[in-house]
């Protein structure tokens, strides 16, 4: 099941969004696990350019069906190295902060998804 997001980037962070893999990297054994935990089984990250000039950040995760919601996940910038980081990058690339509100108001409301193999073509 596909679902995703997009937030604007803060003015002067998109190059730091840029470099969201070179960062990830220090903690890539527990993003993995994470993803594990939550059954996201792809996870892809654009940067989009609006017309009016705002960087949006992109996300888009594949995960499988009947996997516990990552709305459920608590960040605990005292727990973990990952943690730490993540609450720090979300708050200075997209400006939230992820202990005390989430990225989104609601979970995305998908309005359509297409797959090469659907058999529901019409």
């Not at 992820?98 to 529901?120: G, L, N, S, V, Y």
């Amino acid at each position: 099941m596909l679902f995703g997001g997009a937030i604007p980037i803060l003015p002067g962070k998109t190059d730091r969004a840029r470099r969201f893999q070179e960062e990830l990297e220090a903690h890539r054994a527990e993003y993995e696990t994470l993803n594990d935990r939550y059954g996201v089984a792809a996870n892809a990250i654009w940067i989009s350019h609006s017309r009016d000039g705002r960087d949006l950040y992109v996300n888009v995760y594949d995960v499988v069906p009947g996997s516990p919601p990552m709305s459920q996940r608590v960040w605990n910038p005292t727990g973990s190295a990952y943690d730490r980081w993540w609450v720090d990058w979300v708050a200075d690339v997209l400006g939230v902060d992820m202990t005390k509100e989430r990225t989104f108001a609601a979970p995305p409301e998908r309005i359509f998804e297409w797959r090469a193999d659907d058999t529901h073509r019409g």
